[in-house]
């Protein structure tokens, strides 16, 4: 059963939190290197500089990106910039957003805790994306470096009647300890617990269920190894020291506020594609119809093929496709009895996901990339805003733009609940939990209190 607990959260100083909105960032894996330059101007201590420090000629083994977050972090610490609690704590968190789907605000609720990292094949904490160990490697130095969790893993349970919530009716009614709106429109408050019968309570109701990750799967498997190697130097006993948790974000799967966006594909390049004879060869497996321009700026013309897609995809797995010089976008629906011909290696979870549909079919079979090739960066990009996927192949910037329906929220449990994993980006759960607002040190003599 998946096991929470309170902790000793590290926190801006109150001085400083009417600049909140200056000192967060989002995960970083998502921070583009002109965003990275804009957070280290937004404020000399902006957590970009612990989550995700600047490169710089002559770094060496002994003074590096890594070596400087965990400079600056022990220094804020000296400096009260960070402050620790004197007792454990939990944090619930609100934020609200525009989704953009035209049905006003939404918010999404939080709840900010430790939870005992499991081994894999547990089946208590449940991954459904791949990682990948280069990923891997570069947030555990900077766990190792620093001692510490800056961000928390995004993580859902099943909650149908939201008694965890209910629980905390009451706790949120006086002001939040932090409120901010931050520049991509989102807005924050964070509040604090400090009661133990809370949480025993919200321990037995998350007991028995397990946690799907939806963001965050490389740092928690950093926080395993690093769990790991943490063990073979200080021991596994007492079963709750410090380094045997990690830091979470957890949502309920039904909070109207969990919104699921997906991640287009984008082509940089490739030399095997011809429009024509790449149509006759999908066509063996998907209907294929086109859907021209209605204005002349691709933007304007996004909105109505997005709803297109849209609709198409209520039917069965559709996947639109524009390249450069494209008029048109064109609709891909997989025609009925070929989805066998996806492989006898897929569960058929699996094979209704659009991502491995798009994946097999289209990449590999009708363009033949290899599926080493899908993994390379150089070739292949992202993109969750469908408006902006279109205008990167318009303006020369990419040469195809594969483009997707959202992952829907029952598919990620049936694939995670049944050991399975996606393709990467096969979700983008939106928005990011944001990072900056409470910190975890790791004390590997620091004895965790389970409620």
Request: proline share 5%.
């Amino acid at each position: 059963m998946a096991i929470i607990a309170p902790f000793r959260g590290l926190t801006y100083n109150k001085a400083l939190l009417e600049e909140a909105a200056n000192l967060v960032a989002p995960p970083y894996d998502v921070i583009s290197e002109e965003e990275q330059d804009g957070y280290y101007r937004a404020h000399p201590k902006n957590v970009v500089r612990l989550i995700l420090g600047k490169r710089r000629v002559g770094d060496s083994d002994w003074d590096n990106r890594y070596t400087r977050s965990a400079d600056d972090y022990k220094r804020w610490q000296s400096e009260d910039v960070l402050v620790r609690s004197g007792r454990p704590c939990m944090y619930v968190t609100s934020m609200s957003f525009d989704p953009g789907d035209g049905n006003g605000l939404k918010t999404r609720w939080g709840l900010i805790a430790l939870v005992r990292i499991e081994d894999e094949g547990s089946g208590v904490v449940l991954p459904h994306e791949r990682t990948f160990s280069a990923h891997k490697d570069d947030r555990l130095k900077l766990m190792r470096a620093c001692g510490a969790q800056f961000s928390q893993i995004f993580g859902l349970y099943e909650d149908r009647e939201n008694r965890l919530m209910d629980c905390l009716k009451g706790t949120t009614d006086g002001g939040p300890s932090v409120a901010f709106d931050f520049k991509d429109g989102t807005s924050h408050r964070m509040w604090v617990l400090e009661d133990p019968l809370v949480f025993r309570v919200l321990g037995e109701v998350l007991a028995g269920k397990a946690i799907f990750i939806a963001d965050g799967h490389h740092r928690y498997e950093t926080a395993r190894n690093y769990r790991n190697m943490m063990r073979a130097r200080y021991g596994s006993r007492p079963a709750n020291r410090s380094y045997e948790f990690v830091m979470m974000s957890l949502t309920n799967m039904d909070d109207p506020g969990l919104v699921i966006l997906p991640s287009h594909r984008l082509i940089k390049r490739c030399s095997r594609f011809e429009p024509d004879a790449f149509r006759d060869k999908v066509s063996r497996w998907f209907d294929i119809k086109a859907r021209p321009m209605n204005n002349p700026d691709i933007t304007a013309s996004s909105s109505e093929w997005k709803r297109l897609l849209m609709s198409a995809g209520e039917e069965r797995s559709t996947v639109g496709f524009f390249h450069r010089g494209g008029k048109e976008l064109n609709l891909l629906g997989l025609r009925p009895g070929v989805r066998h011909e996806m492989g006898d290696d897929l569960h058929e979870s699996l094979k209704n996901l659009d991502v491995l549909v798009l994946s097999r079919f289209i990449l590999q079979k009708a363009l033949g990339f290899s599926k080493e090739d899908l993994d390379d960066e150089e070739v292949f990009q992202y993109q969750s805003n469908f408006a902006k996927a279109l205008s990167l192949v318009a303006s020369g910037s990419c040469e195809l733009t594969f483009l997707l329906n959202p992952t829907r929220m029952e598919q990620v449990k049936e694939v995670a609940s049944s050991g399975l994993i996606m393709p990467r980006k096969s979700t983008y759960f939106y928005p990011k939990v944001i990072t900056g607002l409470v910190f975890n040190t790791i004390d590997p003599y620091e004895i965790i209190q389970v409620p």
